[in-house]
T-cell receptor, first 113, second 115 residues
Framework: DAKTTQPNSMESNEEEPVHLPCNHSTISGTDYIHWYRQLPSQGPEYVIHGLTSNVNNRMASLAIAEDRKSSTLILHRATLRDAAVYYCILRDGDTGANSKLTFGKGITLSVRP | NAGVMQNPRHLVRRRGQEARLRCSPMKGHSHVYWYRQLPEEGLKFMVYLQKENIIDESGMPKERFSAEFPKEGPSILRIQQVVRGDSAAYFC?????????????FGPGTRLTVT
């Protein structure tokens, strides 16, 4: 799987939007961009994924650069419960729908009340 | 619809004992993955199984570790002759073939402590 680069940490204020960046300059044409998060002492949780177009769901939005070399996870109104480690992961669509996830260090999001 | 279930949630073993970790995937899911998270480290893939088949075991240590997903019952991750370095959180995930999102659903993990 291609490599992603994320900042180590980010701070946000409660009820403000949060933009979590991810660089993936070596992304291939068949790589999907997935985001997972891990709350303290819990298992990872799927957040969102996309290929080329921006995506929205009830949890977040995913903005993908036109050249696909970077993406941004957007939490529209951060809550204290959003404090977690957020992982940006590339998955090769050619290897099939079901394949392993390769986790990096992720970005640790802190939310100030 | 119950989520992915793992048991036990906490497991303490002495060096040299065996550890058995169980994972029941979400209803209708036939794909199971095991990941390990060592203290202060990231999640590492271990093995990917479908019913009665190991699909990818590229992350499994060569010795003492084995995994199975029988036709009936939960998936089992077995660690023989545990050592202190096996102390970690072990997470199981499952997925459903054919769903468009292909997301993996994770369980709460089993925290193994080797004394």
């Amino acid at each position: 799987d291609a490599k992603t680069t994320q900042p180590n940490s980010m701070e946000s204020n409660e009820e403000e939007p949060v933009h979590l960046p991810c660089n993936h300059s070596t992304i291939s044409g068949t790589d999907y961009i997935h985001w997972y998060r891990q709350l303290p002492s819990q298992g990872p949780e799927y957040v969102i994924h996309g290929l080329t177009s921006n995506v929205n769901n009830r949890m977040a939005s995913l903005a993908i650069a036109e050249d696909r070399k970077s993406s941004t996870l957007i939490l529209h109104r951060a809550t204290l419960r959003d404090a977690a480690v957020y992982y940006c992961i590339l998955r090769d669509g050619d290897t099939g729908a079901n394949s392993k996830l390769t986790f990096g260090k992720g970005i640790t999001l802190s939310v100030r009340p | 619809n119950a989520g992915v279930m793992q048991n036990p949630r906490h497991l303490v073993r002495r060096r040299g004992q065996e550890a058995r970790l169980r994972c029941s995937p979400m209803k209708g899911h036939s794909h199971v993955y095991w990941y390990r998270q060592l203290p202060e480290e990231g999640l590492k893939f271990m093995v990917y199984l479908q019913k009665e088949n190991i699909i990818d075991e590229s992350g499994m240590p060569k010795e003492r570790f084995s995994a199975e997903f029988p036709k009936e019952g939960p998936s089992i991750l077995r660690i023989q002759q545990v050592v202190r370095g096996d102390s970690a959180a072990y997470f199981c995930a499952s997925s459903h073939p054919g769903q468009g999102a292909y997301e993996q659903y994770f369980g709460p993990g089993t925290r193994l402590t080797v004394t």
